[in-house]
């Protein structure tokens, strides 16, 4: 049998209800058993003592003058607390039984006469609170067993359940029905949103949802019917968010040029310059990186529109020196070809934690950035520093060049948004740089912020979080 919605959710909140209401009256229940279990035996445990105590005084009585005796006084005492309710018996370490008032013969437990050992047992049918004591020096080798009835406790404690039951009963009845009543009016609007969803589902898309109420079931009703009449409005839109994606990944090839300016200036100065074998090689090496980088990156940047429904590493330290060091080697080549100083400045403790391929990338754009601004400028510097704020890491890309308007300000996180066409083109920029790195700085949660003012330079500031 398929239930729907309306009747599995009738079923699972009658069932958790009535799981947690009936476990709650028995746990109640059983917790005030076990009290006054625990309660009958601390009493019973006094009662105990008092009967020791009054053989220990009699036995002492005769110990002395008549010790044969003893084994009288104890029968004496045992028909006494017999008539009382309480069975006796008692038996010495070599089994030799004294007295006894119990229908059947008890093992005794405990060798320590300073511990009194007992439990709850079933005696002649009857539940029954034995405990096991020996006599203390110099009547150490008698063993005494007493017996009390504790049937009076459990019988109550069939009583209640009895009532705990019948009361269940009736209550879990009640609310069967309360529960089923208020299920079947409360999800009314929700089958009607359900079956007008299957007929705009089918192509109807004409249908409406009435509007009965202002709850959140309400809601739902109106945003159907806003999502209906908007529909093919948003398939349009859908369309040119394709084409428009397209695009992006079409012109995101901006961020190859990184790895192709570093490698370009490389090459060059192998070119210009005589090498021994070390800087061969080690240029070499220099290049093969760049050129590992752009073999990822090239892997990577199809990827760019889906950024942010990526799963990116957090976890892996990346030492925020060795980035920076990294970086402005990859661009020493550009900055000295623009005669521009181009410094880093960075405690060798500090870390961070994702990506190192892409902290490269924010970070390299943004250097490449503050390296184009000073290109056409007297005064040609870029430093990029480091520094603790607390718990947060703050890195900073502060350059003299021609600076930037408000206009650009508010409008530099926009996807092909230039400042000066011209020279971006001049540049090969295609407006991307920015964008994407107000992506991956979306993704870590980095705060990214930009102060300038045109003439004046511009600093970027990046603030990481741990």
């Given at each position: 049998m398929k239930l729907n919605y309306r009747q599995k959710l009738y079923f699972y909140i009658l069932v958790i209800f009535l799981i947690f209401f009936n476990g709650g009256i028995f746990s109640v229940a059983a917790i005030q058993n076990t009290k006054n279990i625990k309660?009958?035996?601390?009493?019973?445990?006094i009662q105990n003592n008092i009967v020791l105590q009054q053989i220990i005084s009699d036995v002492e009585v005769v110990y002395s003058s008549r010790p044969q005796s003893i084994?009288?006084?104890?029968?004496?005492?045992?028909?006494?607390?017999?008539?009382?309710?309480?069975?006796?018996?008692?038996?010495?370490?070599?089994?030799?039984?004294?007295?006894?008032?119990f229908d059947q013969q008890i093992e005794f437990i405990g060798s320590d006469p300073s511990k009194i050992s007992y439990k709850i047992d079933t005696v002649n049918g009857v539940k029954t609170f034995l405990a096991f004591s020996k006599l203390p020096r110099p009547f150490?080798?008698?063993?005494?067993?007493?017996?009390?009835?504790?049937?009076?406790?459990?019988?109550?404690?069939?009583?209640?359940?009895?009532?705990?039951?019948?009361?269940?009963?009736?209550?879990?009845?009640?609310?069967?029905?309360?529960?089923?009543?208020?299920?079947?009016?409360l999800t009314k609007p929700l089958m009607d949103i359900s079956s007008a969803a299957a007929k705009f589902g089918e192509g109807n898309y004409s249908v409406r949802i009435k509007e009965m109420s202002k709850d959140e079931l309400g809601d739902t009703a109106r945003n159907f019917n806003?999502?209906?009449?908007?529909?093919?409005?948003?398939?349009?839109?859908?369309?040119?968010?394709?084409?428009?994606?397209?695009?992006?990944?079409?012109?995101?090839?901006?961020?190859?040029?990184t790895p192709l300016t570093a490698i370009r200036g490389y090459v060059e100065y192998m070119q210009a310059a005589k090498l021994t074998d070390e800087e061969y090689?080690?240029?070499?090496?220099?290049?093969?990186?760049?050129?590992?980088?752009?073999?990822?990156?090239?892997?990577?940047?199809?990827?760019?529109?889906?950024?942010?429904?990526?799963?990116?590493?957090?976890?892996?330290?990346?030492?925020?020196?060795?980035?920076?060091?990294?970086?402005a080697k990859a661009y020493s080549i550009k900055a000295q070809r623009d005669n521009i100083y181009l410094s880093v400045k960075s405690p060798s403790y500090l870390t961070i934690k994702g990506d190192r391929l892409l902290f490269?990338?924010?970070?390299?754009?943004?250097?490449?950035?503050?390296?184009?601004?000073?290109?056409?400028?007297?005064?040609?510097?870029?430093?990029?520093?480091?520094?603790s704020d607390g718990n947060k890491v703050v890195i900073k890309i502060?350059?003299?060049g021609i600076g930037m308007s408000k206009e650009t300000l508010e409008n530099i996180h926009k996807p092909f948004f230039r400042a000066d066409k011209s020279r971006s083109r001049r540049r090969g920029g295609?407006?991307?740089?920015?964008?994407?790195?107000?992506?991956?700085?979306?993704?870590?949660?980095?705060?990214?912020?930009?102060?300038?003012?045109?003439?004046?330079?511009?600093?970027?500031?990046?603030?990481?979080t741990s």
């Open positions: 309660a009958q035996q601390e009493n019973l445990l084994p009288l006084i104890i029968k004496q005492h045992g028909a006494r607390q017999k008539a009382n309710g309480i069975l006796l018996q008692v038996e010495t370490d070599n089994d030799e039984y004294i007295y006894s008032s150490d080798n008698y063993n005494v067993i007493t017996g009390f009835s504790m049937q009076a406790v459990f019988d109550d404690w069939r009583d209640t359940i009895r009532v705990v039951i019948a009361l269940s009963v009736v209550f879990s009845s009640i609310i069967s029905v309360v529960l089923y009543i208020s299920i079947n009016r806003l999502m209906a009449e908007r529909i093919t409005t948003q398939m349009d839109n859908l369309e040119t968010m394709a084409n428009d994606k397209q695009r992006l990944i079409d012109d995101i090839s901006h961020e190859m040029r090689y080690k240029t070499l090496n220099i290049i093969d990186r760049q050129a590992d980088r752009m073999q990822k990156l090239s892997e990577g940047v199809l990827s760019f529109t889906r950024l942010r429904n990526e799963d990116v590493d957090r976890t892996t330290p990346v030492n925020v020196a060795d980035l920076l060091a990294d970086i490269e990338s924010l970070i390299g754009n943004l250097v490449d950035n503050a390296l184009n601004a000073c290109a056409d400028t007297a005064v040609k510097q870029v430093a990029i520093s480091a520094n502060q350059d003299t295609a407006g991307l740089g920015a964008a994407l790195c107000k992506e991956i700085a979306d993704m870590y949660n980095i705060d990214i912020s930009y102060t300038s003012q045109l003439g004046n330079g511009t600093t970027v500031t990046l603030t990481f």
